[in-house]
């Protein structure tokens, strides 16, 4: 069974269709690219699957739990779950559950973690304190834990910090440990946000436009990251322009041109197949 | 500052932190009952701060209807006792309680407000809960004059009369308050507060849960102002609506920002300049507000961070520019 499913996805923003009728699907070790000209709508797919926006028509699946569908909206009033929401009861919960439409955290929680286009690191905080970040959702102290402090909750903090320097070190970032988020390069910062994402101990990695603004070497560097952390058993949904990048790793593309998808297939294929030429190149004069 | 703080970093925290909490007991002695008074407003008003620290410093949430929560307190001491006869040293976790679920019920269906509108809803919830006391709602909060005739605090026994009596009780929670407030800065969910404020989307696809973080920062923030108001009652016997009015909001949003949004020592600098030192320059009569405001604009075109800004805030604050 596939890992992520998106059947005929749309998203409209007033009368733009941003996401047309698109889907595809990944399978579980993969790394797949999705490319197209910018105003694509590749960032718009990557919003629906984290859960920041909610599908105009369509669903996700992810690992058999429906991730997004179209919102109740004012249906929610005529729906029995709604009223009943408040029951303590498991059924209900369950029914209402799947009603509902998932907010960000709880597809992190599910297993999908991702990078942003522009990096929004949290820039002042430690390069420590921003990958605890992705620890977050596995954890569970709170109010009671932050004030008295009980020895589970000790635990807990040693675990977090535990499981932050592992993943710091893997992204080679360790002699930036305590250097706040802001000052670190350029290509350091994009490592940053690639760490705080794996900390969330995802299953599937959305990256998007991780190459961008990085020069050849860090680029050659990055790629063999990638291909480390799908050998570890991370599915790989990455958008990127540099299609040196892209041809290299990916073992399978969904192009997208004006919110539709255009080909599916291996690179070589992509490359060879007439409508995205035309979307790269331009419509032909006649 | 700089260099008082770089000193006070260099003596062993328990050195200090013992020796201002000496100072702080001494402090009251050699002064009379007027200053003593000036004293525990201080630290009313310090509570006070540190709570909307939480909400404010910590969250980012603009709250500009704190005193709301501060009154709530205060009347529900103050009714528990009258209608009760509830000691009222019985009625301050009620005082919390109630405070705490008020600011849950306002603050819910709020959460996904940003900034400024967050802040108009809340001074309209702050008017909400002043009119509806002036109104005398439900025939029992005793309209615009308030409620009279509460019970003297008696504690194990002791019965709180003299100034420097409340003085030490208020001191006592302050030292708790701070106590509380410094582990939840440095926990797990200090830093969910520090990730919303920094980026919400970004601490959101990390897994954590806004609305959670958000609203543990509006009921906690809420329910330690309701403390507040019940350590006013436990003073002074008399609760009217003008403990929620508007002008209270700002003065405690003022203690926060003056001092320095998010740090703990800010809000005691804020204290000092917006409670204490007003009372100290009495003698300077109408004169003193308008110097108040001289001040205020002068600070935050020199130091918008604040006197004492927690070193992050300042970062956050100096990179806008």
Known sequence: MALLEIHDLTKQFGGLTAVDRVSFSLDEGEILGLIGPNGAGKTTIFNLITGIYTPTYGEIFFNGHRIAHPPLGARKFITPVWWLQWVPARSVRERWDQLRTLRPHEVTELGIARTFQTIRLFKNMTVLENVMAGVHHRTRAGVWGAIFRPPAQREEEAFIVKEAEQHIHFMGLSDYRDELAKNLPYGHQRRLEIARALAARPRLLILDEPAAGLNEQETLELMDLIRQIRDSGIT???????????????????????GKKIAEGTPEEVQRNPRVIQAYLGEEEV | MENLRARLQKIPPLWWQAGLLVLAVLLPLPLNDYYRAVLWRTGIYAILGLSLNIIVGYAGLFQLGHAAFYALGAYTSALLNLHFHIPLVLTWPISILVAAFFGYLISRPILHLRGDYLCIV????????????????????????????????????????????????????????LFAVRRLENSRL???????????????????????????AFVLGSGWAGLAGALYVARIPVVSPDLARFIESVVMFCIVVLGGTGSIPGVFVGTLGMITLPEI???LKTWRDAWMGVAMVAMMIARPEGLWPSRRIRMEIREKE
């Open chain 1, 236 to 258: 790989i949904l990455l958008i990127e322009h540099d299609m040196k990048v892209v041809m290299g790793i990916c073992e399978r593309i969904v192009v997208l041109d004006y």
């Open chain 2, 281 to 283: 320059f009495r003698f």
């Open chain 2, 122 to 177: 809340t001074i309209a919830f702050g008017e909400v809960v002043r009119l509806a006391l002036v109104n005398n709602i439900f025939g029992i909060t005793g309209g615009a004059n308030g409620l009279s005739g509460i019970d003297q605090t008696v504690l194990f026994g002791l019965t709180l009369r003299t100034p420097l009596h409340h003085y030490y009780l208020v001191l006592f929670f302050l030292v708790l308050t």
């Open chain 2, 190 to 216: 200090g830093r969910a507060w520090m990730y919303v404020r920094e980026d919400e989307t970004a601490a959101e696809a990390m897994g954590v849960d806004t609305t959670w973080a958000k609203l543990l």
